[in-house]
């Protein structure tokens, strides 16, 4: 039976999720404001630069001399510094809320521990560790970009029922659908969740995708391509300066725009901690790297990613690329037709 405080977390939890995609480089955070067992505010952060969910929640509480004999339950540990807004330790204090119940401690170097601290010392009464690791699971970006200096590592593809990406030979450039339009969808709310989109040179000379969300609502993801010697056009979709683009290549003193950016690098057997300490230098906290086949495997095989999600299409191809190979565990589940393997790298 779960206790109190576990319930309200739980819809702490529920809350943060609605800001998933749109609060980077911030985490995800709810907020739930409760007198004598009865929830009378609530808040989530919406944006960066937007108020915290902590600020949401005491807003909307109609009668704020109910706080002094409150308890506020917060997924991530309250900020103690001046960013783009005040500290939200700050505003508990100044409502006197006197309990706070929070489910993790932020892992930022700039907040890490002294927000709790901060609240103690002004006499609120502080439990920590409240679903703690369903809490960590919801900022797994945030986490893993502040714990390993890396972006959380998402590997997608599409093959067809005999193991093939992609067939050999086509006659046009754009991609040969293999998993339904269901799973398409899927993939581009996908895209909307996370922070940036890689692709190899050999996907975009094959597909000339557009690497948008233009079949889901919400922020398209910046693209990062790999382009080594400059073989993409200034006339494939990726160039077109729509949304951000960083082309990581080997080529010098390239000109970069505002919305089309060029990181030069040498191509070696260190390639992935070049693509990842570039991802770090902008800020990027989670990636989809949704191809081609070498670009796939070359971080499979750095054993650089967190998760998988691949798309077992209704389709025989017969002869083609063949896809990746994981051997991890997996959950599955139908989407129409299409089978959607997810898989975890727990290393």
Known sequence: ????????????????????????????????????????????????????????????????????KSTIYVSLEPCSHFGKTPPCCDLIIAHQIPNVVIGTVDPNGQVSGTGIQRLRDHGCNVTVGVLESECHELNKRFFTFHNKQRPYIILKWAESRDGFLAPLRKDKQEPVWISNK????????WRSEEQAILVGTQTVLDDNPKLDVRDWSGKSP??????????ISKNHYVKDEKNKTIIITEQQNLTSGENLQFESIIFDTKLTKKIIAITHQYNIQSVIIEGGKQTLQTFIDDNLWDEARVFIGNIFLEDGLKAPILKEPFQAEKIKDDELKLFFNHD
């Not at 009378?40 to 919406?46: A, C, M, P, T, V």
């Not at 269901?182 to 709310?189: D, E, G, I, T, V």
């Open 1 to 68: 039976m779960k206790s109190t405080e576990e319930i309200y977390i739980k819809r702490c939890i529920q809350l943060a999720k609605n800001g998933l995609g749109t609060t980077y480089p911030n985490p995800l955070v709810g907020s739930v404001i409760v007198h004598n067992g009865k929830i009378i505010g609530e808040g989530w952060h919406r944006k960066a630069g937007e108020p915290h969910a902590e600020v949401n929640a005491v807003n909307s509480v109609k009668d704020k001399s109910l706080l002094t």
């Open 182 to 189: 269901f799973s398409r969808q899927l993939a581009h709310k």
């Open 222 to 231: 910046i693209r990062i391509v790999l382009d080594r010697s400059g073989k």
